[in-house]
């Protein structure tokens, strides 16, 4: 089966709504096993994340109530 950007933003929305957290290194985890490794890439400091396409529909899920944590490298309800 082939997903879209789109189901794994609607995936990443429906884990911070029910764990009120998201962490990046378990997201990327199960995005990488269950939707497929075309959603992850290596970014510049040389770590998993996720797909540019998909973050951006994340945003418009959301609608600016989540907030990245850089720190802790987490979504959170803002």
């Given at each position: 089966?082939?997903?879209?950007?789109?189901e794994?933003?609607?995936?990443?929305?429906?884990?911070?709504?029910?764990?009120g957290i998201?962490?990046?290194s378990?997201?990327?985890?199960?995005?990488k096993?269950?939707?497929?490794?075309?959603?992850?890439?290596?970014?510049?400091?040389?770590?998993?994340?996720?797909d540019?396409e998909?973050?951006?529909?994340?945003?418009?899920?959301?609608?600016g109530?989540a907030?990245?944590?850089r720190?802790?490298?987490f979504?959170?309800w803002?």
């Amino acid at each position: 089966m082939t997903y879209t950007a789109n189901e794994v933003a609607e995936w990443m929305l429906s884990e911070l709504k029910e764990k009120g957290i998201l962490h990046q290194s378990a997201a990327v985890e199960h995005i990488k096993s269950f939707f497929g490794e075309s959603f992850i890439y290596i970014n510049e400091h040389g770590n998993p994340s996720i797909d540019k396409e998909v973050k951006k529909v994340f945003r418009k899920l959301h609608k600016g109530k989540a907030a990245w944590e850089r720190d802790g490298f987490f979504w959170g309800w803002s």
